[in-house]
């Protein structure tokens, strides 16, 4: 014979949260060990937090506080800032919130937590069930927890964000300057991206400035869209075909590229000066080469420009 799983109403089982629940979670806390990955011991209830009195403190297998929250309803923001407020007042390295009903927005929150701090963060299920007409037992579920994954995605995250803010940053201090030269962006704005362009007067062709980490270029890039390659590549030939008279106004040698296995073509000078990871001092010098590259671009390549003979 198989037995029939009954779910039993938290407060039949535990009256009252701190009284009751947390009693019996310092005399088992054990049943954590099952639920997460940490071996838990020593536990005591109602430990201070500057003002405030944390439900549990737990020792982990390193003798590192661990912090533990009791729910026994749906999670809300309250007791998510206390779980934050206990960890940081006692310096534990991990916290658990153990709740009835999680809301979806707080797993979302914990998910956050093991990505972007140090220490973990585990939110636990709790439910009382009880075999046929057994004694009811506890039932808890690990929801969401640390995880090697996590922090790498939060590792991530971090550095997109950084590199995000640097082109940013970038953008903007040779924008400033670009627009004591030369009009030609003077109507775009700092991004985060790893490019800015401009039309060079025709649909599908850009001054563009591109940075990465140490280098940095100024280009002509071609690209009418759709299924243009083929266009792309004519227009990109037509103007190769003046590449001695290009190179003598620019004043060097140009990387002409027609990017095979892409739609795109392009028209590049680059530089290895260094790039938004370069010392921030550096910056104003290799922009200064920058605008004046697009600038002797755009006086050499333009007048080609505009001869084109570009369909609809």
Known sequence: MIGKIKRVSLREVWKHEAYDFTQW????IDV???????ELSNAEREKAAGTFNVDLVAEDEKGNPVVIENQLEKSNHDHLGKLITYLTAIGAKAAIWIVADPRPEHVSAISWLNESSAASFYLLKVEAIKIDESKPAPLLTLIVGPSEESREVGETKKNLAERHILREKWWSVLLDRARKATKLHANRSATKHNWIGTSAGKRGFMYAYTVNQNNSTVE????????????????FDNLKQ?????????????EWERLETKRA??????????????????????????VDAMIKLEKAIGPHIKKLEIGA
């Open 242 to 254: 003046n590449k001695a008279e290009i190179e003598s106004v620019f004043g060097e040698k140009l």
């Open 25 to 28: 979670l310092e005399d088992n």
């Open 265 to 290: 073509c392009r028209i590049v000078k680059r530089f290895s000066l260094g790039g938004y990871r370069t010392n921030e001092e550096q910056w104003p010098g290799i922009h200064d080469k920058m």
């Open 220 to 235: 002509l890039y071609i690209d009418r869209g759709g299924d243009s390659k083929e266009e792309n590549e004519r227009m």
């Open 32 to 38: 954590l060990n099952d639920a997460t990955d940490l």
